[in-house]
């Protein structure tokens, strides 16, 4: 797979800021794939640029851009798009006003429930004390003392500013609680706004396990993990020096496999390591960071299914070595764009401030970031029904204050995004 492949009869006001957190709360978060708004059809037309990721569309390139463009909303899908003079009839129609639309961003790599502030450790890196993985055991030790209802307070805060910023679909991951009651509550408090749930008990060597790593390995694959199965979809693993190294990391994923989920993995993010080569072997749905690379580990992604997933918000963030994705794109690899959002490392939920960051510093050109922010997302999580606007998908889409998709990178730091629709309902 390469780059590019996403109301009432006028247009009614977008909601405010508090009433779409407000109603992205109430409405948005927690749909799931059986949601269907309604049976009334839409046809959002006058769009100036429409993004499709569907390369038999429009100018055939990835993109699938289509020019002077209608699009034909169903229910929760999309069931037409193309040239506005061939649009069909429908029972409601929406003005875009000569603006883009293009697929809602799939955020295939975030980490939402947790607590507490990292400002001091950011502060102290930004003046010259470089990242280290030791800097989790702070987010732990507040997300153990959180109640339940203060963790989702603050997951749904983030996920509504997400929203704001169009991102419709989010993966989220546990990982800052480490001992079984804690993990397992994290991703009972994710499965409650999203499907895309993942174990992530192997982030660090838990603060209670320093002495014995092998018996937290034990722990995390078996009582921990029994726990959190029935919860999740993924399992991950943080594949780094100070955290797993590649046996413990291949023993954890393949007891994941064992109980049904699927692995994802953090690799080769601070050093080169075995993570890449291993998510490979394992097949996982996506090998996360990939900044430190062999020429070996760049042929194997090429020749896998396995998506490298390039979080640009942690190098931005930690003033690292930024992932070099002009050479992923050029070997064939399949690329997506993600937040990484986290209290740590990378504490943004922009998906378009990280479009913004690929094309100025890692080679990427706006079409190629934008399609890795959209359909790009949706492979790492090997989901074909989201991240295009095609017949069939799910109609998330986004409607920028813009003529172009390019404004996302020619404009950074702009607020573009001036309504969503999620599952055909507009949320903001």
Not at 12 to 25: G, I, K, L, N, S
Not at 388 to 409: C, E, K, N
Not at 417 to 427: A, H, I, L
Request: charged share 20%; hydrophobic share 40%.
């Amino acid at each position: 797979m390469t780059p590019g492949r996403p109301p009432p009869p006028a247009p009614e006001p977008a909601p405010t800021a508090d009433q779409a957190t407000e109603d992205a709360m109430s409405n948005a978060t927690n749909v799931s794939p059986a949601h269907s708004a309604s049976t009334a059809s839409t046809l959002i037309t006058n769009i100036a640029a429409l993004v499709t990721n569907d390369p038999s569309s429009g100018d055939g390139s990835p993109l699938g851009l289509v020019q002077d463009a209608a699009i034909a909303i169903e229910g929760n899908r999309v069931v037409w798009t193309g040239d506005q003079s061939k649009a069909p009839a429908t029972d409601n129609r929406v003005d875009a006003g000569g603006r883009a639309v293009l697929p809602g961003f799939v955020d295939s790599h975030s980490h939402l429930v947790f607590a507490g502030d990292r400002t001091q450790e950011f502060n102290a890196r930004m003046s010259g004390r470089a990242y280290s993985a030791g800097g989790i055991r702070t987010t732990v030790a507040a997300t153990r003392a959180a109640s339940d209802e203060d963790l989702e307070r603050n997951l749904t805060r983030y996920l509504a500013e997400a929203l704001r910023q169009g991102t419709t679909t989010f993966e989220t991951k546990s990982g800052y609680g480490l001992t079984v009651e804690d993990e397992a509550r994290a991703l009972r408090i994710a499965a409650a706004h999203t499907d895309e749930v993942t174990y992530l008990g192997a982030h660090i060597v838990s603060p209670d396990h320093a002495d014995d790593p092998a018996g937290y390995v034990s722990l995390v694959t078996g009582e921990m993990l029994d726990a959190c199965a029935p919860y999740a979809r993924w399992i991950d693993v943080f594949c780094e020096k100070g955290a797993f190294d590649g046996d413990q990391a291949r023993a954890i994923l393949t007891a994941g496999k064992a109980r049904g989920l699927h692995p994802r993995i953090h690799a080769n993010q601070l050093s080169y390591g075995p993570g890449v080569q291993l998510a490979v072997e394992l097949d996982a749905a996506s090998a996360d960071h990939c900044t430190h690379l062999t020429s070996e580990d760049v042929d194997a992604l090429a020749n896998s299914r396995t998506v490298a997933t390039l979080l640009p918000g942690a190098e931005f963030s930690t003033r690292a070595e930024w992932p070099d994705a002009r050479r992923l794109l050029d070997a064939g690899v399949t690329v997506a764009l993600s937040t990484d959002c986290n209290p740590g490392s990378s504490f943004t939920s922009s998906v378009p401030f990280c479009v913004a960051l690929a094309v100025r510093d890692m080679g990427m050109t706006p079409d190629e970031a934008v399609w890795s922010a959209t359909a790009g997302g949706a492979a790492a999580l090997r989901r074909e029904d989201i991240g295009r606007l095609t017949p069939g998908a799910y109609a998330d889409l986004i409607l920028l204050d813009a003529p172009s998709h390019v404004h996302l990178a020619y404009r950074p730091g702009v607020p573009l995004v001036s309504g969503v629709w999620r599952r055909g309902m507009r949320v903001v």
